[in-house]
């Protein structure tokens, strides 16, 4: 390790604030400063973990970075205030809790010709705007693809357990870093307090990250029906469906018991990764408590919100599995959408073709390993399996 990284001095928020604003030569935030409270907060929980010097690095260089772009994206309005009054249209949202066949739903989605997805590359890096004549061969994509493959150098199993390429469609959760108010902090840096903010809380603001995101890569960039994805907005339906009222949302279905394996295991792989402090345990309690978290509040939410019930599909994992074909005919029946010839033939190729989707069981994972309990799953979210059983099946 070299003398850089040793010396590193511990974060500070005033001083990372400052150093973004050197790099960037620009002071203002804008009137907006929602971000502010998780910003500080990560600052205080990446320090309360007492990090080895490479993570401290890490976290210094993804934080300035952050602060950096939202000065940007400030600029960028004062020079072109027609970025702000686009309209994002009624985005197609697959919202289920991770590892329940949200990403291969996401994957059959988004090769609809009419739907505009963010690139993992646009969501990782999301200054400047990106543009259509440059988009396939955008220096960002080398960039964010350089980070994945020292990843699976350091931790090759999550070849297994997700897809590693930064040009196919990439999920919120990344955008919500630059709110401060992300699930990839926890998995990719390890700060359970941070994790238990998100679990204790709904951040203010999110959303308007969120939309402005959006606008950014439309600027300049591809146009399309938005089509989306994160189990994150389980955290905050109502939040999401305020931003976007004409929303139509993808809620996917598997036991809980599973899915918090499963993510317990790639987040396992991702702290493996990037030298986080591991202690396998406590990645399972935390991965527990922060989506039981989310689906308590969800399946509250559809209870007492009939705006919100209206907007959503119900899929089951094995139905996805079994019958991918058939579960997008569902989704575009549901909602009314045009299933084109054009995107059935993508489809099928994509499922005869596509690795990811040969990916499928390939992951193996035990709830025993990680910590989690069967029975206290099953008694915190006795509502969610109250409701939802018939669909949790076997996969």
């Known amino acids: 390790m070299n003398a850089r990284v040793e010396e590193r001095k511990p974060l500070e928020a005033d001083a990372l604030i400052a150093e973004a604003r050197a790099a960037t030569g620009l002071a203002d935030f804008g009137p907006d400063l929602s971000f502010m409270t998780g910003f500080r907060r990560l600052v205080d929980a990446v320090e309360a973990m007492k990090p080895p010097a490479q993570l401290r690095e890490t976290a210094h260089h993804k934080i300035v970075g952050l602060l950096s772009t939202r000065l940007r994206y400030v600029e960028d309005e004062k020079r072109h205030p027609d970025i702000v009054t686009q309209e994002v249209g009624d985005p197609l949202i697959v919202c289920g809790l991770p590892r329940t066949g949200t990403t291969i739903t996401y994957d059959l989605l988004c090769l609809d010709p009419a739907a505009r997805a963010p690139r993992e590359w646009e969501w990782y890096i999301p200054w400047p705007a990106p543009e259509i004549a440059t988009f396939d061969s955008d220096p960002r994509i080398a960039q964010v693809q350089a980070i994945y493959e020292n990843w699976l150098k350091h931790a090759p199993q999550l070849a297994d357990i997700q897809r590693m390429d930064c040009t196919q469609p ?226």
């Open 170 to 395: 990439g999920e919120c959760n990344h955008g919500m870093m630059l709110h401060f108010a992300s699930t990839n902090f926890p998995a990719e840096l390890g700060v359970p307090d941070f994790a238990r903010w998100l679990q204790e809380t709904v951040p203010e603001g999110q959303y308007r990250t969120h939309k402005r995101m959006l606008q950014q890569y439309q600027w300049k960039g591809p146009k399309g029906r938005w089509t989306l994805k994160s189990p994150q907005h389980l955290m905050d339906l109502p939040g999401l469906v305020e931003a976007y009222p004409g929303a139509m949302l993808v809620w996917t279905h598997r036991d809980p018991v599973k899915t918090f394996s499963s993510l317990a295991s790639m987040i396992s792989g991702f702290l493996a990764a990037v030298g986080a402090p591991q202690d396998d345990k406590a990645i399972g309690r935390s991965v527990f408590d922060t989506w039981s978290a989310a689906l308590a509040r969800a399946t509250a939410a559809r209870a007492t919100r009939p705006d919100i019930e209206a907007r959503i599909i119900d899929l089951a994992h094995a139905d996805i599995v079994t019958d991918p074909m058939g579960s997008v005919e569902r989704i575009y029946k549901r909602f009314n959408l045009p299933f084109s010839d054009e995107h059935r033939t993508r489809v099928s190729q994509f499922l005869t073709d596509n690795p990811a989707a040969s990916r499928l069981g390939k992951h193996k994972h035990s709830p025993e390993h990680f910590g989690i309990d069967a029975d206290e799953v099953h008694a915190r979210l006795s509502d969610y399996y109250d409701r939802y059983g018939h669909l949790l099946g076997r996969a």
